[in-house]
């Protein structure tokens, strides 16, 4: 029986997300790296897609009715349809057809990014604000390469980009999945919840054929069921990197569920030796300069959840984070969700935990890591 892991995710391919962890082959790999056979063998398959990279990890004894080479490929080809739909580029793009598009005119969407929006705009709803998916004018402005930067946008900039921001400035008809502005040059930006998506969608694929056990990693949003078959059962494992350097803070582990990492960690930039993030307060349209340093989320079954509230507790912080997760804990969020925040303070980094409770009560502790 091959013997499967999960560690932190090499930076050369893509950007590099906080949370990475995938499944590397120690027994039974081959020199065929991704062959599978029709009696379930081991496939991984790694591969590249919105601007990140994405791996799938069926091990041997998967479960699959059908070739898990031919099942893997099915996960993937959900991905790239994801990938299409919701990429700014592209004329098979819906978002760049809608940001292509002047105020007042309607554009049909595919039904696969007419839920994400619907999902967007109702986490928009629930955090008061604090997650907009049309943050994309204020983004445009600055550019998080992580250097030093005298340049600054002017305030007649950043006053026009902000008066194109908010969600109640999207219109939606149910009716033909249609979609328009309010207001001229706004832009829809899907990046905080379409991977978390993608990795729910590609993993709802290899359900489909009759996986019980596999992992599903696009940029680090993880989404996993089964745990590693044998009869060990052993856990997938994973790790979050330390908010200052490549060293893996913590590890933990998992057999069904999804994971989903926001933070500061590499999308920043530098100015007047202030640090800002890539992350964007929509509530006053600047990047962040205070708050977590990373926010991991762990959830029982949805990615896009984890992906949203990782955004959405990296923009409310610490306190008002916590308030969110108590005022949701017995409708939002199901029992079993956790959130790891590091927080990178002069003595080191603390470490905030908050878990949803099967009463519906939230359990927070504090700590300052070794890390």
């Not at 709803?125 to 983004?139: E, H, M, N, Y």
């Not at 007649?156 to 207001?183: N, T, Y």
């Not at 949003?221 to 990197?241: N, Q």
Request: charged residues 25%.
């Amino acid at each position: 029986m091959p013997n499967f892991d999960a560690g932190l995710r090499p930076r050369s391919i893509g950007r590099t997300f906080i949370i990475a962890a995938f499944a590397m082959m120690l027994g039974y790999y081959l020199s065929s790296a991704g062959r599978g056979w029709f009696s379930g063998g081991p496939v991984v398959r790694d591969f590249e897609t919105m601007n990140t990279y994405g791996r799938i990890t069926l091990p041997e004894g998967s479960g699959v009715g059908i070739d898990p080479e031919l099942a893997v490929a099915e996960a993937e080809a959900a991905v790239a349809r994801v990938n299409t739909l919701m990429s700014p580029f592209g004329e098979a793009s819906d978002v760049k057809r809608l940001n292509d598009s002047p105020a007042g005119v309607w554009v049909s969407v595919d039904p696969l990014t007419w839920r994400v929006v619907m999902e967007s705009l109702r986490w928009h709803r629930l955090s008061g604000g604090a997650f907009d998916p049309t943050i994309g004018p204020v983004k445009r402005l600055f550019t998080f390469d992580g250097r030093e930067t005298e340049a600054w946008p002017s305030d007649e900039a950043l006053a026009d980009a902000r008066s194109r921001v908010g969600a109640d400035k999207l219109r939606f008809e149910r009716e033909g999945m249609r979609l328009s502005w309010a207001v001229d040059g706004m832009r829809l930006d899907l990046g905080a919840i379409a991977k978390g998506f993608a990795a729910d969608l590609a993993m709802e694929s290899l359900i489909r054929n009759g996986a019980r056990h596999a992992l599903v990693d696009i940029g680090g949003e993880l989404r996993a069921i089964g745990g590693k078959p044998g009869d060990a059962g052993e856990p997938w494992r994973a790790g979050i990197r330390h908010p200052r350097d490549d060293d893996v803070i913590e590890r933990f582990e998992m057999v069904d569920g999804a994971v989903a990492t926001s933070g500061d960690y590499e999308r920043f930039f530098l100015h007047n030796g202030v640090r800002y993030e890539h992350i964007i307060d929509p509530r006053t349209g600047m990047p962040l300069t205070e708050g977590p340093a990373s926010v991991t989320v762990i959830h029982p079954s949805s990615c896009l959840a984890s992906d949203a509230l990782a955004t959405t507790l990296c923009v409310l912080g610490e306190r008002d984070g916590e308030a969110f997760i108590r005022e949701q804990s017995l409708g939002l969020f199901s029992s079993g969700v956790r959130v790891i925040m590091l927080l990178a303070e002069e003595d080191g980094v603390r470490r905030v935990e908050m878990v949803v409770n099967a009463e519906g009560g939230v359990e927070v502790s504090s700590s300052m890591t070794d890390g």
